[in-house]
């Protein structure tokens, strides 16, 4: 049997000497963990990108991995660092509403709060909770310890508000929700929103996009609208950015609607 | 026996979940491989960056290792995925001409078109080959399976066009074909063609780098000439960044020319 | 027991395939040996930085792990490469100073100076011995190898001048030693020069800071002194970026000081 994983996702980047320092607390609790790089740039303290990101990942790995996010502008509050089962797959963060949209899929199992210093390093900063909790936490339960070992169960985490797309009968308006690294723009609106595709109209910023079910059914450089890998709505220009031709990001300064299944 | 391995090099960045899920699709299928990032920083669906990458970096691993190269811009369309063997390496990419340079160190063995869903995830999005055709099959590989299982035989497979030295009795023309993180300009021209390097002059946009064996060996600030550590004519600055000092990048714009070995 | 951990820290970027190769180049010489990205964004060439990254992350790494650091600004002149074990953990990196700052906290032991091309690849270029040299022989150190057979003994190494804050009655000057990710201002001053901070003036290109706890314990955009996880002063500025804010860097040209305990 294959040793356990641990992955991480932070905002620490990569100049800093954060990532590593979770790294070796890890393994100074279990040498033998295989830690796995998710990402280290998830921009700085940026949740509604951190809790995107995770609902288009943690889906896709198998049980038994576990999974470790810091992105954590509440360090050293009252904010609590949790414990906790979707599915079947075990998450540790900050109770920050990192988790919301993984909540849209599974409910909360077996949530606790962190409470139990014994699995935590000897001295705790006020600054790097990462490092001294949830590193050797993380550890403890790739060496099999039981979680309900680390303190009290809760019933409710945090949830960020999350807009929702509007629904009338001229059509639906949404927005761009993340903002890729090819500056594909993801919309929260589903493709079970937009049954007939090819011969709805869609507006972004005044333009409507050309529908294709994939980037190279048009020209270089034509702004595109197609469903996403995770099946949302999603504007791209081919071989282009399309936030930044569009001057476009996450929000609702983005104008964009999908016109009703009625009209064309 | 160690577990094997699986390298990833892809232009998806960090801060967007497409690097993850491929981890995560891997150890769905295989949950003891080792995976190893070699870069997720290709620039954007940039085929001639990725090429030079991989034939700069594939030949220093042992056999063995399975690679997977996810650059990728006719996703979805009719270009296919192939699985390749190039000496005592076995690669799964998309057929775009990222391996053109590779194939100059070694002839295509054992490739096949990939055309066998059983090996793939259940649900194929249009837009996301690589975490659901390439990972699980390179999962199936690092188990063991034949490659011949892949699908049919190809014979050939695209190749980029790259541009060629000139040589005439004037000397030699030549291109930049690469700039590396630090700003250094690796050019399209092999040490075979500057037998005598220190007598020889090279200009570069009408400068004369000085010929220099390694950087340290002029001041902070020089710009010189040398050998790369692949071999081929490098002009970089000494502590600083040639292509931004000389405002110079990959393709003929940058006027590059090695003198003939009979002039000084 | 688990195979061996071998980590990288570079200024390679990940744009380059100077990683790869690297990471090849150990797993040719020891295929089951344990690869560990600690960072491949050290700024080019920058040996303070890099001396202050592993000063904040080696400590907390367990004994047996073999660290490799490549900031390596004179490739190829006559400065050396060295294996060197401070407290219970063994680095491979130039002699140019990058472990100034560990030196602080263990002595140099067990330190020989690379000799013994037996243990290195075949052929070494001029400008990559961290893939020629450092590399093959932290695989070869990976398998059992005595480093004592690596070559002859040396008794010091280089050190980088580090500033040092200086005390008089008036207080603590100091200055920034380390910008990290979020743009928070790490200084040389350690908490043991200001036993009673939130009774304690500090100034900063002209401003107070608030002092802290931890960054939640002021509102956005404050700018506030806290002590850092590694127990230095930092200024940070909450959810924004003091770097960016104060217009302050390393170095000097950062004004700052800390008001002698008598007043206030």
Not at 2 to 13: M, Q, S, V, W, Y
Not at 57 to 70: C, L, N, Q, S
Not at 126 to 149: E, K, M, N, W, Y
């Amino acid at each position: 049997v294959a040793d356990p994983i641990i992955t991480l996702t932070t905002d620490f980047g990569e100049d800093s000497p954060y990532v590593a320092a979770v790294k070796g607390a890890i393994l100074t609790v279990n040498p033998a963990a295989r830690i796995l790089d998710l990402s280290h740039q998830i921009p700085a303290q940026d949740l509604h990108h951190a809790a995107f990101f995770l609902a288009e990942a943690i889906p896709f790995f198998p049980p038994g991995v576990i999974h470790v996010v810091i992105v954590d502008p509440g360090v050293g509050t009252e904010r609590n660092l949790i414990s906790v089962e979707l599915g079947p797959h075990r998450i540790l963060s900050p109770d920050n509403g990192v988790l919301t949209l993984l909540l849209r899929k599974w409910p909360l199992e077996r949530a606790v709060r962190l409470a139990e210093p014994r699995y935590w390093r000897e001295t705790v900063s006020a600054t790097f909770h990462g490092r001294d909790i949830l590193a050797p936490v993380a550890a403890h339960l790739s060496l099999g310890l039981d979680p309900a070992q680390l303190g009290p169960p809760v019933s409710t985490v945090v949830e960020l508000p999350i807009p929702q797309p509007a629904i009338d009968s001229s059509g639906v308006r949404g927005q761009v929700v993340f903002v890729d690294h090819f500056g594909n723009l993801i919309t929260n609106i589903p493709s079970h929103l937009v049954p007939s595709p090819f011969t709805t109209e869609v507006t972004i910023q005044g333009q409507q996009p050309r529908w294709v079910r994939t980037y190279g059914e048009a020209e270089p450089g034509t702004l595109v609208a197609l469903f996403s890998s995770g099946g949302w709505l999603e504007i791209a220009m081919v071989q282009g950015n399309a936030a930044q031709s569009l001057g476009c990001g996450r929000g609702a300064a983005c104008q964009l609607s999908v016109a009703g299944q009625a009209c064309k």
